[in-house]
């Protein structure tokens, strides 16, 4: 049974600092996508990450993919406020299986 | 961009009835799905389909079914709605292989 990991599941931190989100899981998948979701509205696509070692970025936010591994990391570089909302991986074996999810406060 | 609506924002129900909830995407896409969203649970998986009449079960099936007559509409199905149901449903819709688009969820409460 696939199961997707993410840690830490709540993240407070100041602005201006750097961090990251893990995501681990426990297929072979080489499909991850990273969503975020606002309070009260629905997930809103982020990344596709499709191979080994792809990386992707916007603005603040860089997503990778270490298939090997099973590990996808979502790291937020100099945190805004406007970053604050909950993330989730999500991973595609026979089936989209997300995580619990990380709830991301950034402190003006 | 690809447009899934989902038939009810806002839903009440009473335990034992039977429950419908729609979902329709606009863009052709084959797969659809339906999820359930928890506090502290993350989203997990009731049904999918990759087709026309397909369905396959999730990781959380037991209580509900689902229809897929037509491409386009995917339906989930609360055959007697139970208080554990109340929650947050997510349906979507996917490209084969590519992150799937969600429609802005029905919250579903059961007295």
């Known amino acids: 049974e696939l199961k997707v990991e993410q840690n830490p599941l709540f993240l407070s931190m100041q602005e201006g600092k750097n961090y990251t989100i893990y995501c681990n899981y426990s297929?072979?998948?080489?499909?991850l996508y990273w969503y975020r979701q606002d309070p009260g509205k629905s997930l809103e696509s982020l990344f596709v990450?499709?191979?080994?070692?792809a990386v992707k970025q916007e603005g603040r936010l860089m997503a990778s993919l270490d298939t090997k591994a099973r590990l996808s990391t979502l790291h937020i570089t100099a945190a805004v406020h406007d970053l604050s909302a909950t993330y989730f991986c999500?991973?595609?074996?026979?089936?989209?299986?997300f995580g619990k999810g990380t709830r991301l406060h950034i402190l003006p | 961009d690809v447009k899934v609506t989902q038939s009810s924002r806002y839903l009440v129900k009473r335990t034992g009835e039977k429950v419908f909830l729609e979902c329709v995407q606009d863009m052709d896409h084959e797969n659809m799905f339906w999820y359930r969203q928890d506090p502290g649970l993350g989203l997990r998986l009731i049904y999918f389909s990759y087709d026309v009449k397909m369905k396959e079960k999730g990781d959380i099936p037991e209580g509900y079914s689902v229809s897929r007559e037509k491409k386009e509409r995917f339906s989930l199905i609360l055959e007697s709605a139970s208080t554990n149901q109340t929650s947050m449903y997510l349906c979507a819709s996917s490209i084969i292989g590519l992150a799937p688009d969600f429609g802005p969820g029905t919250r579903l409460t059961v007295t």
């Open positions: 999500a991973v595609l074996d026979d089936k989209i299986i």
């Open positions: 990450l499709l191979s080994n070692g």
């Open positions: 297929t072979t998948s080489d499909r």
